[in-house]
């Protein structure tokens, strides 16, 4: 009955309005995740989500009654904190991000991946230990590579119109997704006023591992005042001449 289905979809959306902006994990987000009232409702958007995708893609030629109430619910929950929480959703879940994920991209993708752009470039952000930000960092490109080309190429437009505000966290994510044709913009950072961002794009290259991303390395090797970056770098050289 879509007229059932449209009043369950007001009470889920009432519902995830008020309690998402209960949870801000952009401010804190070690303890917000933690929290096992967090974990319970990360778990449920999961679900919720996963199942409106499935239903979003079967229900567009057969009943548009359905269709559209969740076409509508989509777009209103294309906000940050609601977003926020659903990266975190998916990025926690064993079962990682969905296959019918896609079928809600052409609604909320660009503010998705803006949203991770917005989470990884936040400097108030604190994941813990190294170890676990290395993780949160490989699960999110994880999350971006299973979407796709399109969230890719998202990405890609995004972080070609920033400069100076570029964040060492957001390179970091670059290098995980190891992606050559990015190569370009990381060379681009090693010139960056913050050694921070410097080193970071070493690392992405790094990561990258391509003859050209080498070369660039070689050159900080050679032209770095920093020292302890010039030596970041030739460490960097020589783990990826080992691995040949």
């Known amino acids: 009955d879509s007229k059932v289905f449209t009043n369950l979809l007001n009470i889920f959306r009432e519902f995830t309005k008020e309690l998402t902006l209960k949870f801000l994990p952009s ?10 009232v967090v974990k319970r409702y990360c778990q449920f958007i999961y679900q ?10 079967w229900e567009e030629s057969r009943n548009p009654q359905i269709y559209k109430p969740i076409s509508d619910f989509l777009k209103e929950a294309s906000y940050g904190q609601f977003l ?3 990266a975190y959703s998916i990025i926690m879940n064993p079962s990682g991000c969905p296959p019918e994920f ?4 052409p609604i909320i993708g660009d503010n998705f991946v803006d949203t991770i752009i917005k989470l990884e470039s936040q400097k108030i952000i604190e994941w813990g230990d190294s170890f676990r930000g290395y993780i949160m960092r490989k699960g999110i490109a994880d999350l971006l590579r299973s979407l796709g080309e399109p969230a890719l190429e998202v990405l890609g437009q995004r972080l070609s119109q920033m400069k100076e505000d570029i964040s060492p966290f957001l390179i970091e994510l670059i290098g995980h997704l190891k992606k050559e044709e990015w190569t370009g913009l990381l060379l681009g950072w090693l010139q960056h006023k913050d050694p921070m961002v410097r080193r970071a794009a070493i690392m992405a290259l790094a990561d990258i591992g391509t003859e050209r991303a080498v070369e660039a390395i070689s050159r900080v090797a050679e032209d770095e005042r920093n020292k302890r970056i010039r030596l970041l770098a030739i460490e960097q050289i020589k783990k990826i001449r080992n691995k040949e």
């Open 27 to 36: 401010v804190n987000a070690t303890l917000e995740i933690d929290r096992p």
């Open 102 to 105: 896609r079928n809600i991209l």
């Open 84 to 86: 926020e929480i659903l």
């Open 48 to 57: 919720l989500i996963n199942r409106l995708a499935k239903r979003f893609k």
